[in-house]
């Protein structure tokens, strides 16, 4: 199957800047693709060079197959994109901003109540933008990137400054586009959280390199989990845990975390653990073992002295 997205030893340097740095990205089709990272990383100046509108220093991107260096136009009528704030006119209704999308891009009329739908925007489609709230027109912007049936969405940090509802509504409507209209999602945000609920696969920048890649379910299963136990006698836990040559701490008044890196191992004799410390007469209130989210994984993978000149190459996790 072709990728969606392919990119190899892609790079981009403003003067002496590296912004991008020899990434090399792999997005299937009809998936959704967290590309995380902190400001800075190199993000947006990446889906500029995917959209042709930088020219990269060095290395190629491939858009369903199509070099976008040699055929941009060909590439770009596969891609719908949304880049930082979507510029609408506010005197206008949503649907007239649609119409007028279409006009310029050649698309049916039938194309704007379609796209309506797909975000929920049908209800307010005859009022003026201009009264629309922030999450509304993020999902216009989403509307208007939809139009033409894109196979490729790009959406650049589309949750900015959004309000716990539009965030949830924005989180539905990315997560449905893959199933609902075959649309692969390429979406790119600092706010690890929001992805973790949504993306099936991730890339996560820093320093401008892609340091790690990989389907999300892979990425978790080759991570340690976290392991608690809510108990009554945390000191005698802590030596029981350590003759077992499990290291662990002691976190508030009643909890005992063990350390990630023996979780794998905790988490497969766990009954064991349990049995044992009930046996000795302490009583076990709460056990939970919880795979990391992506936050902790990103930490755990960039470190606190990490050096992106010395960063290990990405991992690669098969699907």
């Known amino acids: 199957m072709t990728a969606a997205i392919e990119t190899t030893n892609l790079a981009r340097r403003f003067g002496r800047q590296v912004a991008v740095d020899g990434i090399d990205l792999d997005v299937p089709e009809r998936c959704v693709y967290g590309f995380l990272g902190q400001n800075g990383a190199g993000k947006t100046t990446t889906i500029r060079l995917l959209l042709g509108l930088l020219k990269p220093t060095a290395g190629s991107v491939r858009i369903f197959g199509i070099d976008v260096g040699r055929r941009r136009i060909e590439a770009a009528r596969l891609i719908g994109a949304l880049v930082e704030t979507p510029c609408h006119y506010d005197h206008l209704t949503g649907r007239e901003n649609l119409a007028i999308t279409c006009r310029l891009l050649g698309a049916p009329k039938t194309e ?134 499990i290291a662990a701490s002691r976190q508030g008044t009643d909890e005992v975390v063990i350390d990630p890196s023996c979780a794998a191992v905790a988490a497969s004799e766990i009954a064991v653990i349990n049995f044992l410390l009930v046996e000795r007469g302490i009583r076990v209130s709460g056990l939970e073992v919880r795979e990391p989210s992506l936050e902790e994984i990103f930490i755990r993978t960039i470190g606190s002295g990490f050096a992106p000149a010395a960063a290990p190459p990405p991992l690669a996790l098969a699907a």
């Open 112 to 245: 704007v109540d379609r796209v309506l739908e797909t975000v929920d925007l049908l209800h307010a489609a005859d009022r003026r933008v201009g009264g629309y709230s922030l999450g509304m027109r993020q999902r216009l912007g989403v509307a208007r990137a939809l139009i033409g049936r894109p196979k490729l969405l790009l959406l650049d940090e589309p949750t900015n400054g959004l309000d716990p509802a539009g965030i949830v509504d924005m989180r539905g409507l990315i997560g449905s586009l893959p199933e609902r209209d075959g649309v692969t999602v390429f979406v790119s945000s600092h706010i690890l959280a929001e992805i973790d609920q949504t993306a099936t696969h991730v890339g996560l920048m820093h320093g401008g390199r892609l340091v790690l890649q990989a389907p999300v379910d892979s990425l978790r299963l080759a991570q340690a989990k976290t392991v608690r136990l809510k108990v009554d006698r945390p000191d005698d836990t802590l030596a029981l845990l350590r003759s077992m040559d």
